[in-house]
């Protein structure tokens, strides 16, 4: 084994590349697609476009309760019309209509073919057998055109979308009646640590509730993958050892988490350099300076350092995008700075990443303030219930004053 403290110094790029490209290669999961109603679509990652299968609007309709007129009539006014007929939204009915004459429309109903403009109830008499306007409407208004939304054939979502219910709403009003999908892959998640305690029981001297493994599960549950676990793994290496072979097997990846730093019971570390040629890095980032990969049995492996909040920004800059990776998702960005409400300091030669919460002042700017007075400190784990976002501190900056630009991240 080598000497678990001389480790490679990698930047968050460097390293977040060796996951992407080295450790991801020939994942089964990049490749995998299917074909799903849009009943069962959201949540899932779109793998191809999908194209309105027509025109939406499909047919010119109104957009106002009110009468189908022929722009011509308005000229003089009032203008009182002959009413030849009557559409309600969802009635196949073209009544024929001419110079002198309208049609009682309601909104979402079918344009006459005859006419071309319409005109508001409240600016008419609301007549039944004749009707008299009096005031004018521009030639078209309030007549809502055939694929004024999208044209038959157009982009409605993209590959790489995700399925929430506004893109569903979308699709369905698009005419999309399936779609292909991503496969869903399945992640398994361990903690290491003889220390934890599943949450809600009870602890003696010594022992805490297990947060980072219920973490991880529900993140990737609310990311749209096949969870396994979390489950507790021990420190001896033959207990993990069994434990990860279980967890692993038919699995696209698994997380860990804890175990991987130089202490002698440090068992993810141990076990992955001794039987799986685990790579162990340091990363030029606060919190989650140690990191390791591994393949087992050819399933990718991500171990994350144990403390808390370094699981979690190790999850957001590392694990967030390996999912996004495998379920071919393209990331979503939000704001990207803000000014910081309070100062604080930042270690030199390391990426800074502090749980925040958002705010705006009173010109408008968007305001970034740790959720705890320790900023990052790793093991605030409470901290990550309140923030919104990751304000991003450069590795050549020690110190940020309030009011300086800081990068974030959306959570
Ligand atoms: N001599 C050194 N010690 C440490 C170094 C170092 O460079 N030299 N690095 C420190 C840093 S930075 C980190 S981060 C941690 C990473 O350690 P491990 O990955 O080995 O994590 P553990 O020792 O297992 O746990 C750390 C801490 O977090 C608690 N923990 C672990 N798992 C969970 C969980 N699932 N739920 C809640 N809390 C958890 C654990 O009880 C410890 O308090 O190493 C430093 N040490
Ligand atoms: O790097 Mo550790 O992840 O700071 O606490």
Known sequence: MSDPTQRV????????????????????ALDDVEDVPLAQALGRVLALPVHAAGDVPAFANSAMDGYAVLHDDLASLPATLRVVGAVPAGSSEDPAMGLGECVRIMTGAPLPSGADTVVPVEVTDGGTSTVTITEARTLGQHVRGAGEDVRAGAVVADAGVTVTGRVLGSLAAAGAATVTVRRRPVVAVAATGDELVSPGGSLVRGQIFESNGTHL???????????????????????FTSGLDELADGADLVLLTGGVSVGDFDVSRIVLEESADGVFRHVRMQPGKPQGWARWHGVPVIAFPGNPVSTAISFEVFGRPVIDRLLGRAPVTGPTVAVAGTGWRSPAGRRQLVPVRLSSDETGRLVATPTHRRGSASHMVTSLAGAHALAVVAEEIDSVEPGDIVQIRSL
């Not at 549950?221 to 396994?228: D, F, K, N, P, S």
């Open 9 to 28: 110094l990698l930047t968050v790029e460097e390293y977040l590349d060796e996951l992407l490209t080295t450790l991801l290669a020939g994942a089964a």
């Open 217 to 239: 599960a529900a993140t990737l549950t609310e990311l749209g993958v096949q969870v396994r676990g979390p489950v507790v793994l021990p420190d001896d290496t033959t207990g």
